[in-house]
């Protein structure tokens, strides 16, 4: 379940479903990825369970559809939804694709034979409950499945998350704090190997600074590489009855990393519409190029 040297940068590399590691989600992807206190609704199946709770005098029910444009051809897409039961708690499933785009595929001498496409995909179920007001726990469990050519793997995993609203005070705003740990769960078996999942604990904090402006950050620690920073900013805007706009911004350090050029900042809009919401980020990869994901949202 785990390389030989679990949560350093010499296990780069040995982790199976990197595709798990990707963003799911627009709105976290701007913000640097600091999604342990500040994940919410549907959103939340993919980065701490505990953030699917609904909202007192929210809707019941949350949809969001994302799709991001990579690097290389790579494309990669997402759906989730969550329900909010009275008296009980909330449910959600999240589905994750990820495609590769065309690969040349060549035989023993190395001379071309094909081409090839592969792909991921992770469907996830989770539940979360409030307690005594302050509390958010959630659990999820989540089934993989990686093909290559000819060859396929799969396997299971479960994710876990608590979420304290309030927990703190800084200034006049109060402070959340989150942990979640993400993909424990069963190795790959491909081809007569098996390879660990990327497992990685976060835990960090979401600062209400003032009503218009949100300021988070949190420490990831994967369990195939050294830990790392994401930081975080969200800026609020009043656009008329029942319209507001969003600013974000973010800085994640884990993808600053054998890369050169441009890498680790990131930049992000939303509007919001009541029922309606759209959300959009920006990542650069250097000299790769950069990425763009966007998502759509519904409430009912």
């Given at each position: 379940m785990f390389p030989e040297s679990p949560f350093s940068s010499r296990s780069a590399g040995t982790a199976a479903a990197s595709f798990l590691k990707f963003p799911a989600g627009s709105r976290v992807e701007a913000m640097g990825g600091a999604a342990s206190a500040s994940a919410r609704g549907a959103e939340a199946v993919f980065y701490n369970p505990a953030g699917i709770l609904g909202q007192p005098q929210a809707p019941a029910s949350d949809l969001i559809l994302g799709y991001s444009n990579l690097l290389s051809g790579a494309q990669?897409?997402?759906?989730?939804?969550?329900?909010?039961?009275?008296?009980?708690?909330?449910?959600?499933?999240?589905?994750?694709?990820?495609a590769h785009g065309g690969q040349t595929a060549y035989d023993a001498k190395g001379d071309p034979v094909g081409e090839f496409s592969p792909s991921d995909f992770a469907l996830s179920v989770a539940f979360s409950r409030g307690f005594a007001d302050k509390v958010r726990a959630g659990a999820g469990l989540k089934v993989i499945r990686s093909s290559l050519q000819s060859d396929s793997a799969g396997s299971a995993a479960v994710d876990l998350g608590v979420q304290f609203p309030g927990l703190l005070a800084l200034g006049d705003g109060p402070l959340d704090v989150g942990a979640s740990v993400s993909h424990l769960g069963l190795p790959m078996r491909l081809g007569g190997s098996a390879y660990p999942l990327p497992m990685?604990?976060?835990?960090?904090?979401?600062?209400?600074?003032?009503?218009?402006?949100?300021?988070?950050?949190?420490?990831?620690?994967?369990?195939?590489?050294?830990?790392?920073?994401?930081?975080?900013?969200?800026?609020l805007i009043a656009m008329g009855k029942g319209i507001q706009g969003a600013l974000r911004a973010g800085y994640n350090q884990g993808a600053t990393r054998g890369i050169d050029g441009l890498t680790g900042v990131t930049a992000g809009c939303g509007l919001d519409l009541g029922r309606f919401r759209f959300d959009y980020a920006w990542a650069p990869y250097g000299d790769l190029g950069h990425a763009n994901r966007a998502s759509l949202g519904l409430r009912f």
């Open positions: 990669a897409g997402s759906a989730a939804m969550s329900r909010s039961i009275s008296g009980v708690g909330t449910v959600a499933a999240g589905l994750v694709y990820f990685r604990l976060s835990g960090g904090v979401l600062w209400h600074v003032n009503p218009v402006l949100k300021a988070s950050m949190d420490a990831h620690f994967p369990v195939d590489d050294d830990a790392y920073m994401s930081l975080g900013v969200e800026l």
